[in-house]
C-alpha cells in the first residue's frame, strides 16, 4: 500500500491518469478504486455501462439519450411542429414571433447531432431519430414556401419569406441540404465504425433508414386482416371524401377549364368548401404519420426525463408556438361548428362557403368583420392587391387607388345586396361604390363588394 495516495479518496497511485503514464499501475483503476464506485445493483451498473458502452456488445440494447429522445423532448417536438403547422396554414402572421424558435430547434438536432457523430458519441438509432424529428412535415413546408418565395411565386408566407427576408430564406433551404447530407452519410456501412453500440444495430435488421422511415407500416406485420383494416381505414376514408368532395364540385372544376384535371383548381375548390378535408390533408394525417415513426422505435431505447439543460430548452422552445396557436381557439369553435359534417350531424341547414372560408351572415363593419371571421387558410393573407374603383350606374367613383391590404379583408360578394347600375342600393349603410379585386382571384370569382360609409 506503500505506493497509494492516502491523503485523498478514494486510495489512488500518485501516477495515476497522468499524461505519458505507461505502467499498468497509473493506467487501471486497482479494486479499491472500482470498489470505491459502490456499484451495488443492476441499475448503477448500468448507468457506468452506458457512460462508455462497447461496440461489440449489446447486452443492454441501445444506452439512453434524454437529450435527443427523452420522452419531455419527444412531445415537445410534435407540439411545436403541429401547433407552428396550424399557424401557417390558418393566421401566418402570427408566425414571425415563433420562426426562429422553430430553426433554433430544427438546427440544435441537426448540429448536435453532427457534433455527436464526430466525436463518436451517439448511435446510429439516436442519429437518425434526431433527423426525423428534424425532418418533420412542418420542415417540408417551410422549406417549400421558401423556394416559392425566392422565385417570386405569391404564397401565404410573404410576411416571413417575402422581399428583403433573404437571411431567413437562406436560413431554411440550408436545412435541406445539411440534413440529407447527414442522412447519406449515416447510411453508408462504411461509416459503422463512427456510430457507438454497432452491434445494436442489428436491432434495426441493419437497415435503420428504412426500417425507421416505414415505422408505422412495421406496426401492420403480424397482424390479422381485420386490424389491419382497422389501422389503415382512416386513410381510405381520406381518400373517399377526395373522390366525393371532387365530385360534388365538378361544375366549380371544370367551369372555365378544358383540362382533364387541373390539379391546382380541384385543390382550391375541394379546401375553400371543404376545409376539413385540407386539415387532414396537410396538417393531421402528415403529423400522425411522422409522429408513429418516431414512436414506433423510440421502444428501442430506454430513455427517461431529467431537468437538464437540453431537455428544458426543447420544452421551452415549444412554448412560442403553443401560445400562439392558443390564441386561435375562438376561431377555433366557429370554424368546427361550420364545418360540413358537424352541420349534417347537428341537423344544420349547409352553407355555400366563399374563397378564403369567410361564413357570416352580416357585417356593420371592417372591424367587425375580422374580429368574427372563423378559421381558414390564407394563402394570400400578407399579399398587397390593388383596388381599382369604379362608378356604378349614375354615381361618381373616385379616381384609381391602390391600397396596400389583406385579401381577406374585402367582403364576399353574398354579403351585400344585388345592385341595378343607376340605382341605389337599399342598405343605406353602404356606399354605392363598386370595387373589383385584381389579382390572383378573377372579379367572376370574387365578386363585387360595398364599402361601409366612414
Same mark, same amino acid.
Given at each position: 500500500m506503500s505506493?497509494?495516495?492516502?491523503?485523498?479518496?478514494?486510495d489512488?497511485p500518485?501516477?495515476f491518469?497522468?499524461?505519458?503514464a +505507461?505502467?499498468?499501475s497509473?493506467?487501471? $483503476?486497482?479494486?479499491?478504486?472500482?470498489?470505491f464506485?459502490?456499484?451495488t445493483?443492476?441499475?448503477?451498473? +448500468?448507468q457506468? =455501462?452506458c457512460?462508455?458502452p462497447p461496440?461489440?456488445?449489446?447486452?443492454y440494447g441501445?444506452?439512453?439519450n434524454?437529450?435527443?429522445?427523452s420522452p419531455?423532448?419527444?412531445?415537445a417536438? =410534435?407540439?411545436?411542429a403541429?401547433a407552428?403547422?396550424?399557424?401557417?396554414?390558418y393566421?401566418?402572421?402570427?408566425?414571425v414571433e415563433?420562426l426562429?424558435a422553430?430553426?433554433l430547434?430544427?438546427y440544435?438536432l441537426i448540429?448536435?447531432a453532427?457534433i455527436?457523430?464526430a466525436?463518436v458519441?451517439?448511435t446510429?438509432l439516436?442519429?437518425?431519430f434526431?433527423?426525423?424529428?428534424?425532418?418533420?412535415p412542418?420542415s417540408?413546408?417551410?422549406?417549400?414556401?421558401?423556394?416559392?418565395s425566392s422565385i417570386g411565386s405569391?404564397?401565404?408566407l410573404e410576411v416571413? @419569406?417575402?422581399t428583403?427576408?433573404?437571411?431567413?430564406?437562406?436560413l431554411v433551404l440550408?436545412m435541406?441540404?445539411?440534413w %440529407?447530407a447527414v442522412?447519406? @452519410?449515416?447510411?453508408?456501412?462504411?461509416q459503422?465504425w463512427?456510430?457507438?453500440q454497432v452491434a445494436?444495430?442489428?436491432?434495426?435488421?441493419n437497415r $435503420?433508414?428504412?426500417?425507421f422511415?416505414?415505422?408505422?407500416f412495421?406496426?401492420?406485420?403480424?397482424r390479422?386482416?381485420?386490424?389491419i383494416i382497422?389501422?389503415?381505414?382512416?386513410?381510405?376514408?381520406? %381518400?373517399?371524401?377526395w373522390?366525393?368532395a371532387i365530385?360534388l364540385q365538378?361544375?366549380?372544376?371544370?367551369k372555365r377549364?378544358?383540362k382533364?384535371f387541373p390539379?391546382p383548381?380541384?385543390?382550391?375548390?375541394?379546401v375553400d368548401?371543404?376545409? @376539413?378535408?385540407?386539415?387532414?390533408t396537410v396538417?393531421? @394525417?402528415?403529423s400522425?404519420?411522422w409522429?408513429?415513426?418516431?414512436e414506433?422505435?423510440s !421502444?428501442?431505447?430506454? /430513455?427517461?426525463?431529467?431537468p437538464?439543460y437540453g431537455?428544458?430548452?426543447?420544452?421551452f422552445?415549444?412554448v412560442p408556438?403553443?401560445v400562439q396557436?392558443a390564441?386561435?381557439?375562438? !376561431?377555433?369553435?366557429?370554424?368546427?361548428n361550420?364545418l360540413?359534417?358537424? !352541420? *349534417?350531424?347537428t341537423m344544420r341547414?349547409?352553407?355555400?362557403r366563399?374563397?378564403?372560408?369567410m361564413?357570416?351572415?352580416?357585417?356593420d363593419s371592417?372591424h367587425?368583420?375580422? /374580429?368574427?371571421?372563423p *378559421?381558414?387558410?390564407e394563402? =394570400?393573407a400578407?399579399?398587397?392587391?390593388?383596388?381599382?374603383?369604379?362608378?356604378?350606374g349614375t354615381y361618381?367613383?373616385?379616381?384609381?387607388?391602390t391600397?396596400?391590404?389583406s385579401? /381577406?379583408?374585402?367582403l364576399? %360578394?353574398?354579403?351585400?345586396?344585388?345592385?341595378t347600375?343607376?340605382?341605389?342600393p337599399a342598405?343605406s349603410h353602404y356606399s354605392?361604390?363598386?370595387y373589383?379585386?385584381?389579382?390572383?382571384?378573377?372579379? /367572376?370569382e370574387l365578386?363585387?363588394v360595398?364599402?361601409?360609409?366612414?
Amino acid at each position: 500500500m506503500s505506493g497509494l495516495d492516502t491523503t485523498t479518496f478514494p486510495d489512488r497511485p500518485s501516477c495515476f491518469g497522468q499524461p505519458g503514464a +505507461t505502467n499498468m499501475s497509473c493506467t487501471v $483503476p486497482s479494486p479499491t478504486m472500482i470498489a470505491f464506485l459502490n456499484i451495488t445493483n443492476a441499475k448503477t451498473f +448500468t448507468q457506468f =455501462y452506458c457512460l462508455n458502452p462497447p461496440a461489440d456488445s449489446c447486452a443492454y440494447g441501445y444506452c439512453p439519450n434524454p437529450d435527443i429522445a427523452s420522452p419531455a423532448v419527444r412531445v415537445a417536438t =410534435y407540439i411545436q411542429a403541429v401547433a407552428f403547422s396550424i399557424l401557417i396554414l390558418y393566421s401566418p402572421d402570427d408566425i414571425v414571433e415563433t420562426l426562429y424558435a422553430q430553426l433554433l430547434a430544427t438546427y440544435s438536432l441537426i448540429i448536435s447531432a453532427i457534433i455527436a457523430i464526430a466525436s463518436v458519441q451517439l448511435t446510429r438509432l439516436h442519429a437518425v431519430f434526431a433527423l426525423g424529428a428534424a425532418g418533420s412535415p412542418l420542415s417540408l413546408y417551410l422549406i417549400l414556401y421558401a423556394v416559392r418565395s425566392s422565385i417570386g411565386s405569391a404564397n401565404r408566407l410573404e410576411v416571413a @419569406f417575402g422581399t428583403g427576408k433573404i437571411l431567413n430564406r437562406i436560413l431554411v433551404l440550408v436545412m435541406l441540404p445539411l440534413w %440529407a447530407a447527414v442522412l447519406i @452519410f449515416i447510411a453508408l456501412p462504411s461509416q459503422s465504425w463512427r456510430f457507438q453500440q454497432v452491434a445494436c444495430d442489428a436491432i434495426l435488421q441493419n437497415r $435503420p433508414i428504412s426500417r425507421f422511415y416505414y415505422g408505422p407500416f412495421t406496426l401492420l406485420m403480424g397482424r390479422g386482416v381485420g386490424q389491419i383494416i382497422l389501422i389503415v381505414s382512416p386513410l381510405f376514408a381520406l %381518400a373517399i371524401a377526395w373522390f366525393i368532395a371532387i365530385y360534388l364540385q365538378r361544375g366549380q372544376i371544370w367551369k372555365r377549364s378544358n383540362k382533364k384535371f387541373p390539379y391546382p383548381r380541384v385543390w382550391r375548390c375541394v379546401v375553400d368548401q371543404y376545409p @376539413f378535408i385540407q386539415f387532414c390533408t396537410v396538417i393531421l @394525417f402528415p403529423s400522425v404519420y411522422w409522429i408513429v415513426t418516431l414512436e414506433a422505435d423510440s !421502444r428501442f431505447s430506454r /430513455e427517461y426525463f431529467t431537468p437538464t439543460y437540453g431537455q428544458l430548452l426543447a420544452i421551452f422552445a415549444a412554448v412560442p408556438a403553443l401560445v400562439q396557436t392558443a390564441l386561435l381557439a375562438p !376561431r377555433f369553435v366557429k370554424w368546427l361548428n361550420d364545418l360540413t359534417w358537424v !352541420r *349534417l350531424i347537428t341537423m344544420r341547414r349547409p352553407v355555400t362557403r366563399m374563397p378564403r372560408h369567410m361564413s357570416m351572415s352580416s357585417v356593420d363593419s371592417m372591424h367587425t368583420l375580422f /374580429e368574427s371571421m372563423p *378559421l381558414r387558410h390564407e394563402k =394570400y393573407a400578407s399579399e398587397p392587391v390593388s383596388l381599382s374603383s369604379a362608378a356604378g350606374g349614375t354615381y361618381t367613383s373616385p379616381p384609381p387607388v391602390t391600397v396596400p391590404i389583406s385579401r /381577406e379583408s374585402v367582403l364576399p %360578394a353574398s354579403l351585400t345586396p344585388a345592385v341595378t347600375p343607376g340605382v341605389p342600393p337599399a342598405d343605406s349603410h353602404y356606399s354605392p361604390k363598386l370595387y373589383s379585386v385584381q389579382g390572383q382571384h378573377s372579379d /367572376e370569382e370574387l365578386g363585387h363588394v360595398y364599402v361601409p360609409k366612414q
